[in-house]
């Protein structure tokens, strides 16, 4: 099965830096890749995603890449501001039939005033 | 709001005693997944449900067991419980039976074992 290993597990950075987040999975017919937030106490919420037809897909201040050939993919968030701390996991799954979301171990990133 | 209803928000027991989380869909989603989330852990996939049959699972143990009814609201049954089986429960619901759409999750059951 599909096994997602993510990096770094904690990340600190000064607002207004750059924070990147890698993401690498097993199985190459998965081709669809979510990024989710998990602020303290709340519950996970898509932050973008990106399937396997496209290498890069950018949303305001955060981007996520992919290279599909060496099964790894990216999360980029720029200018980072305090309020972008929290636990990200990324995700993998398949498109076809019933596949299960598989996640990564999260990273927690602090993003320092 | 995700519109992903989960209840109790809360759950104390003891050892041994046996629990019922429950998970109310969105609207219109037909698919259900549960998710365990240890202390400092990522999201443990336990099983998924679409439409009222079970579509794939995870590494869920024997002593738990989950069923999503007519209504496709789903409960997660916890038995025999142990220490360790202390930590947050998400569900999830997606509109089809595929994962490559949004999940929307509930706030989670917080489950302390004692």
């Known amino acids: 099965g599909e096994n997602v290993e993510q990096h770094p597990s904690t990340l600190s950075v000064q607002e207004g830096d750059s924070a990147v987040i890698k993401c690498t999975y097993s199985?190459?017919?998965?081709?669809?890749f979510p990024w989710y937030k998990q602020e303290l106490g709340k519950r996970p919420q898509l932050i973008i995603d990106i399937r396997s037809n496209v290498g890069e897909k950018k949303d305001q201040r955060i981007a996520v890449t992919l290279n599909k050939t060496a099964k790894h993919f990216s999360l980029h968030i720029t200018e980072t501001q305090p309020e972008d701390s929290a636990v990200y996991f990324c995700?993998?799954?398949?498109?076809?039939?019933?596949?299960?979301?598989?996640f990564g171990t999260g990273t927690r990133l602090l993003v320092s005033p | 709001d995700s519109g992903v209803t989960q209840t109790p928000k809360h759950l104390i027991t003891a050892t041994g005693q046996r629990v019922t989380l429950r998970c109310s869909p969105r609207s219109g989603d037909l698919s259900v997944y549960w998710y365990q989330q240890s202390l400092d852990q990522g999201l443990q996939f336990l099983i998924q449900y679409y439409n009222g049959e079970e579509r794939a699972k995870g590494n869920i143990l024997e002593r738990f067991s989950a069923q999503q009814f007519p209504d496709l609201h789903s409960e997660l049954n916890l038995s025999s419980l142990e220490l360790g089986d202390s930590a947050l429960y998400f569900c999830?619901?997606?509109?089809?039976?595929?994962?490559?759409?949004?999940?929307?999750f509930g706030q989670g059951t917080r489950l302390t074992v004692v």
């Open positions: 199985d190459s017919a998965s081709n669809y």
């Open positions: 999830a619901s997606t509109q089809t039976g595929g994962a490559d759409t949004e999940a929307f």
């Open positions: 995700a993998a799954s398949q498109t076809t039939g019933f596949q299960k979301l598989v």
